[in-house]
């Protein structure tokens, strides 16, 4: 199923404010707390359309996330396509679970990035982590609920 017309702008303006929200600048507490907004957008899309995104727009979304972030290139982009696989594969059971189950779903996922992202950085060899590194594991799980209340009813006309 191909994405129309309509839902590119939509699509394309809410991974551009996901994008914003990422690099905003925060008070060193609250950026500890602060959830992967670009991912659980590209989360949410390839859920909803996955033609539209899929794969290649998450990997896309991830390089320019490098491009705009002080990592190495292609570290985001690898790990949004390794995030966004399990999600393309499920789709169909993603759509049907309720919202709490989502939530823990997306949950686990970004666990698995936050993983991704402390391996790259040889911090979880180095064992130099804590608890505080899978603050945004937390969050995450309960701003899915906000990012589906506020793109569900542009996405449901494109679905």
Partial sequence: ???DLQSWPVILLSLLLALVMELLP????LAQLQPPWLLLVVLYW?????????????????????????APLGTHAALFTLTVTP?????RLLRTLPVAQQALWV??????????????????????????????VLSALFAWPLIKVLLFRHGRRFA
């Fill in 1 to 3: 199923m191909r994405p």
């Fill in 26 to 29: 925060l008070p060193p507490v």
């Fill in 46 to 70: 390839s859920v909803l359309q996955p033609a539209a995104l899929g794969m290649s727009g998450a990997w896309l979304t991830g390089l320019l996330l490098d491009a705009v972030l002080p």
């Fill in 87 to 91: 999600v393309l594969a499920l789709k």
């Fill in 107 to 136: 949950a686990a996922l970004v666990c698995m990035y936050e993983l991704g992202e402390l391996w790259l950085g040889n911090r979880l060899t180095s064992g130099s982590i804590s608890a505080r590194d899978f603050l945004p």
